[in-house]
């Protein structure tokens, strides 16, 4: 199988994307689940999911969009023999997404996210419900905007496939782990697995970097919540 292409290379790095039209960048943020491959460049063709499912809180049924069917008919030692899965934020976790992405047997190599808001920051993709460490297929967030360039070119030139070239680098590669945590003084929840993480943080050594960030507020907002409770 033959497409026509441009070429669009997502880097979680530095993010940049070649298109025939000229360089351009593209921001994201990972997903807090699924496994990168890290120093490598995985490629595939982008689907916007099936007509009935941009959603992807449904089982995804590969058959009902003709260019994803047409893909999973192509040679497996293709880069088109590969799916980098576009769908819409909404309605469900982001791990419900990546499952049914991952369970669809559709060759789905890593899933993009569209936000449901404008260009605005993007948060970190940590709702993983207590089952994201079950998934393998690596996913990210990308603006509302950037999401519509991808779907107007889709609408307007579908005879032009996007083939995405996915690049997860690290930043510092000099063999130590850097990990950060954010906690507070009422997280009772978190308070034995910080206790029990102590041994393990220090059995990590000069091998790893650790960064505490504790929030803090001002104590008259918690008087004033205080004095309306009771």
Avoid at 164 to 181: I, K
Avoid at 205 to 217: K, L, N, R
Wanted: aromatic letters at 12%; one cysteine or more.
């Amino acid at each position: 199988m033959s497409f026509d292409t441009c070429h669009f290379l997502i880097s979680y790095e530095c993010h940049p994307i070649h298109s025939p039209s000229g360089p351009g960048t593209i921001r994201e943020t990972p997903a807090l689940f699924g496994i990168p491959s890290y120093r490598s460049v995985r490629t595939g063709i982008l689907i916007y999911g099936t007509p009935d499912n941009h959603l992807g809180c449904d089982p995804f049924k590969p058959e009902l969009n003709p260019d994803w069917k047409a893909i999973l008919d192509a040679s497996a030692s293709s880069y088109a023999a590969s799916v980098v899965l576009l769908i819409d934020r909404g309605n469900c976790t982001f791990v419900q997404k990546v499952r049914n992405a991952e369970f669809s047997d559709g060759r789905v190599i890593s899933v993009i996210f569209v936000d449901h808001q404008g260009d605005i920051g993007l948060p970190y993709i940590a709702d993983d419900n207590g089952h994201g460490q079950r998934l393998t297929v690596p996913s990210m967030l990308i603006s509302y905007d950037d999401g519509e360039k991808f779907k107007k070119h889709m609408r307007e030139k579908p005879g032009v496939k996007i083939v995405v070239a996915l690049s997860y680098s690290l930043p510092r590669p000099d063999n130590r782990v850097e990990y950060e945590m954010w906690s507070t003084s009422f997280d009772l929840k978190s308070r034995p697995w910080k206790t029990a993480f102590g041994e393990v943080a220090r059995a990590l050594g000069e091998h790893a970097q650790f960064t505490p960030h504790f929030y803090t507020m001002p104590g008259a907002i918690w008087s004033v919540r205080f004095n309306k409770l009771h």
